[in-house]
């Protein structure tokens, strides 16, 4: 009996992988979802987002590519309860098995509003709602700042509110998209580029508030006002803002931050600027209670300076009475203590002094005088000008005008100048003796 020989056929790694990755991805298909406990997240640099899934007894890993979490709102971190929607399949190059992540919940909330109050417990333990941080918002303020979308109705409402209460202010509009991807950008770079401008206005050409806000609309609508980054551009604003999302059931991120909150839009036109008939009733009202006031305080002041003026009277009689007697006494005291006389010769004395000390100046210049003349004569005798004119001359060589003292120092053809008594003469050497 002869035996068949039975070929046996040999697997490498990959193909063993490979026929596990195919079993999985046969036995699942193409969707799956997985609920689980995360752990051990890794935010790799790439943007892709690996971490585990875990019950009570088994871990399946995780990874969910940068595409994919872009667009997530909360924060995934250790210890969030999540359900996952994905693909099982295997990593080759380790043989292990994981779920490729394409969507990802928060079990038992909502994404939003689990990404809003972890952004919130992050900000609060920054102290971004302190109250204590928040400006006062300025009373009738001549220049606003309003950052909103120009084709919803928060801009129209705003407007009409202002209009009607008070007509003259200027108001300063920054359009941008209140909703959707770019929104958050555009409204965070508004509020930036109005505190930018602010800085470059003369005192008081200043934005002195701003209105950030939108009509009301979904949390989803609304979420731009909960985005981290308008968030901070509030809290670094100069210009103190009223946020007016209108939306009075629910605060966002952006009420919390604000100096000031206001249910819509309208209300925070309303905070900023009373009714002009309003405000002139109060002027009415303190115009009168200022006048009633006034005439009180008046007639108390009048009362007042009668009683003192009658007091003062008799003051001044007694007064009056006490220095008369005073006053002769002392007068009497004056007359033999006169310094009449010895003032008048005192004044003799100054009046002999002055002609003694005129004399003698007189008789210095004089003196002066004598001895100036004596030195005037002296100077006359031995000036040049008397030599030149007993006939005398002097001689320059030019043109360097050197005086020639030597004739032995001329040559023939040189030019010279002579100074006479009047004038000069100018001449050419012909010959040197």
Request: include cysteine; glycine fraction near 6%.
């Amino acid at each position: 009996m002869s035996k068949v020989a039975v070929a046996r056929h040999i697997y490498t790694v990959t193909e063993i992988t490979q026929n596990i990755k195919n079993l999985l991805q046969n036995a699942f298909g193409e969707n799956v979802w997985v609920e689980g406990e995360v752990s051990n997240v890794n935010h790799h640099s790439s943007g892709h987002l690996y971490f585990s899934l875990k019950d009570s007894t088994s871990v399946l890993a995780a990874a969910m590519f940068a595409w994919a979490n872009k667009d997530v709102k909360f924060k995934i971190e250790d210890g969030l309860k999540v359900i996952c929607f994905g693909r099982i399949d295997c990593y080759i190059r380790r043989s292990q098995y994981q779920i490729i992540v394409e969507r990802i919940e928060p079990k038992g909330i909502g994404s939003l509003q689990l990404a809003l109050e972890q952004l919130k417990v992050k900000l609060e333990k920054e102290g971004l709602f302190k109250p204590e941080r928040k400006k006062s918002i300025p009373y009738l303020p001549s220049r606003i700042g309003v950052v909103t979308s120009l084709s919803g109705a928060a801009i129209r409402d705003i407007l009409k509110v202002l209009d009607r209460r008070f007509r003259g202010v200027h108001i300063i509009i920054h359009p941008v998209q209140v909703q959707g991807d770019r929104a958050k950008e555009e409204i965070a770079g508004a509020i930036n580029e109005l505190n930018a401008f602010n800085e470059s206005l003369s005192p008081n050409e200043k934005i002195e508030v701003m209105i950030v806000g939108r009509g009301g609309g979904s949390i989803e609508d609304l979420w731009a006002f909960n985005e981290e980054i308008v968030t901070r551009a509030i809290y670094r604003s100069e210009i103190p803002v009223i946020s007016a999302v209108g939306h009075e059931r629910d605060w966002t991120i952006a009420d919390l931050v604000a100096d000031v909150r206001a249910a819509t839009p309208s209300v925070a036109a309303e905070l900023i600027i009373p009714k002009r008939d309003d405000l002139k009733e109060q002027v009415r009202g303190l115009a009168g209670d200022l006048k009633t006031d006034f005439q009180a305080i008046l007639s108390h002041l009048q009362d007042s300076l009668e009683d003192c003026f009658y007091r003062l009277n008799l003051s001044m009689q007694n007064v009056l009475r006490i220095n008369i007697s005073e006053w002769e006494s002392a007068r009497k005291k004056l007359g033999l203590l006169s310094p009449i006389a010895a003032i008048q010769q005192a004044m003799a004395r100054v009046a002999d002094l002055t002609k003694q000390f005129r004399i003698l100046l007189e008789h210095l210049l004089e003196l002066r005088q004598a001895d100036f003349n004596k030195a005037a004569e002296k100077l006359t005798s031995l000036s040049p000008l008397n030599i030149l004119a007993r006939g005398y001359s002097i001689t320059f060589k030019m043109p360097q005008g050197a005086v020639v003292k030597d004739a032995h120092l001329l040559e023939a053809g040189d030019m010279i100048k002579s100074r006479v008594y009047r004038g000069e003469i100018l001449s050419q050497v012909t010959e040197v003796e």
